[in-house]
């Protein structure tokens, strides 16, 4: 296992201090009250604030009552007693919704969220002794709080939707916003202790605060679907129609000439207007609604791209995905954290490329060398090849989608904290560095109520290069706590390992992954043999139902658009 140089190791007391916590508040539960009933005796609470306040007006019981609608909701949450502090302020109120609870813990949320992004601003008391992998995580970090920053203001930011018709986006940004702050966290693995506990610290309250608006709002989606009460309160939280696109640019990309509907032309050979793509991005507008069409010519462009938040809905077309192709070779062993390692980096929303290569170069012995990151909601990657050796493809937040890709490598070559859905793809596995085995996904839930996880569905599984390569191969292994990962309907060949998953660390996984299996075909498929982990599940097609394109990333609302073939369904 040490041949892994594993990134982002469980730390084993942080899991079982977790699993203690999640085992306690499970039992609690369970003895105390039904689930139904549970709900519904909050919801009561809750909802009964307004009516209480007026009857006890007189004798302190409004206090009282909103206190216990606030404890009721806090009990549910990872963190109860940084909730309850959280909203104290709503402790004397007279009239208590669920909106009220969870607009003012995403709020404190956002405000303690601000302090710590402006600490890693401002701060340079490391830079003077610490080495330039603890300064490039610091550097990191001013980015990735700024992200975070971005997703919790689109929470609140003004729209019309009610908070049960957003909840999906709401807990897909939550979810993007703690995601990035455990990334800024794991940056400074290799620091000194003393650095750690600082940025360990000063990261508790905010990432606490996150993880309690995810709860919150997890608990109103459940009560919708429970208690069907879709008209319970109205929230003023920010939401954009997914169909980004007007019809003039839904026709564009549906025609698939895009290439002729080109904004900008990228060429080597000076025949466009730009000669490489980093140069081409200065010219998009920034936070476009329309479609901007990138043409990038045949050629082998040597870049670190990056296509920063505020390059929204580009379209990124090349002349095939082993003809237009983007090298780089920035590798962890070299120094670089490996958020930073990136041939091609995304951010702003709504990005698609089709025909495009994507590779890291820097090989196996280099370690952790990303090929492709996306941060990029509603992402589409159509006929592209991804290709490096360890973490060739960090599917690093938000919802995103592959179609017809070639995606190769070694170690936790597929990795990441998005929800995402692969249909259609060759998943091809390397040979890596003598002692390794191969891993084809790492994914990295890490919060129960992350709407998050990696859905591999009609793609192929089979060496790269069809080489017999002589280690064992992995479905994956659980990155962290609450890893979720599953294969719908894949040939897997005869590489993957009967025994199908892997530890991280030890002989076992945590209890809280989802990892499972389902019409698989191929010498590779047969359940016979695999790990016996309680987290490893046999789903029916109803469970299954729940990773598909339409339901795990909604992609029936914006995928279309783009005009990229997809199954909505099984």
């Known amino acids: 296992m040490t041949s892994f140089k594993a990134y982002g190791k469980i730390d084993e007391a942080e899991q079982l201090k977790l699993e203690a916590r999640q085992k306690t508040r499970k039992r609690v539960i369970i003895i105390s009250i039904s689930s139904i009933i549970l709900v519904c005796v909050i919801v009561g609470a809750v909802l009964g604030t307004s009516h209480n306040s007026r009857d006890n007006s007189q004798s302190g019981g409004s206090s009282q009552s909103s206190a216990a609608s606030i404890k009721a909701v806090c009990d549910l949450t990872l963190y109860p007693n940084t909730c309850y502090g959280s909203l104290s302020p709503l402790n004397n ?17 956002m405000n303690e969220l601000s302090k710590v992004a402006q600490y890693f601003s401002d ?29 919790l203001n689109m929470v609140l930011s003004s729209g019309s939707l009610t908070l049960l018709e957003a909840a999906d986006d709401l807990k897909t940004w939550l979810s993007s916003a703690g995601t990035y702050q455990d990334t800024c966290k794991e940056g400074f693995e290799t620091a000194s202790a003393t650095v750690k506990t600082s940025i360990t610290n000063w990261l508790q309250n905010s990432t606490e605060l996150t993880s ?28 954009e129609d997914p169909k980004w696109l007007n019809p003039k640019d839904r026709k564009l990309l549906q025609n698939w000439d895009v290439k002729k509907q080109a904004n900008i032309i990228v060429a080597q050979d000076g025949s466009g207007q730009y000669k490489n793509i980093s140069a081409a991005l ?13 043409y990038v010519k045949k050629g082998t462009y ?11 809905n580009i379209v990124m077309v090349g002349d095939g995905m082993n003809d237009t192709v983007v090298y780089g070779s920035l590798n962890n062993i070299d120094g670089t954290p490996t958020f930073s390692t990136a041939t091609f980096a995304v951010t702003g929303k709504g990005f698609i490329a089709i025909d495009m290569g994507f590779r890291n170069i820097a090989g196996a012995i280099k370690h952790q060398a990303v090929a492709l990151l996306s941060d990029s909601d509603h992402s589409i990657f159509y006929r592209c090849f991804i290709d490096a050796f360890q973490d060739s493809l960090y599917a690093h937040t938000n919802r995103q989608f592959y179609s017809e890709c070639n995606i190769t490598g070694t170690v936790d070559f597929i990795f990441g904290n998005s929800a995402v859905v692969f249909q259609n793809c060759n998943i091809l596995p390397k040979e890596p560095l003598l002692g390794q085995q191969n891993t084809i996904t790492a994914q990295g839930k890490f919060d129960p109520n992350q709407n998050t996880g990696i859905s591999i569905q009609n793609c192929t599984i089979f060496p790269y290069g069809y080489a017999n390569l002589s280690c064992q191969t992995y479905l994956g292994r659980p990155w962290k706590n609450y890893s979720t990962t599953v294969y719908i309907g894949n040939s897997l060949g005869s590489l993957i390992d009967s025994s199908g998953w892997l530890p991280w660390v030890g002989t076992s996984a945590p209890d809280t992954i989802f990892y499972s299996e389902f019409q698989n075909y191929g010498p590779g498929s047969s359940t016979n043999d695999r790990v016996q982990w309680k987290g490893v599940k046999n789903m029916t097609s109803h469970q299954v139902s729940k990773f598909t394109v339409s339901s795990f990333i909604k992609g029936d609302k914006w995928i279309p658009a783009a005009g990229v073939p997809y199954k909505s369904g099984l």
Request: charged share 15%.
């Open 282 to 294: 200065t010219a998009v507008p920034d936070k476009s609604t329309n479609r901007f069409v990138i």
């Open 302 to 312: 040597y870049e670190n791209v990056k296509v920063n938040k505020n390059k929204w």
């Open 212 to 239: 309690n608006c995810l709860a919150i709002i997890s608990w109103i989606s459940n009560v919708e679907s429970s208690l069907k009460l879709r008209r319970l309160m109205s929230f003023t939280g920010h939401y």
């Open 123 to 151: 701060h340079n008391a490391f830079n003077g002794s610490a080495d330039n992998t603890t300064v490039a995580a610091l550097e990191n970090c001013v980015q990735l709080l700024s992200l975070a920053s971005d997703h």
């Open 93 to 109: 109120s007279s009239h208590i919704q669920p909106e009220d609870i969870f607009k003012l813990a995403t709020q404190v949320a």
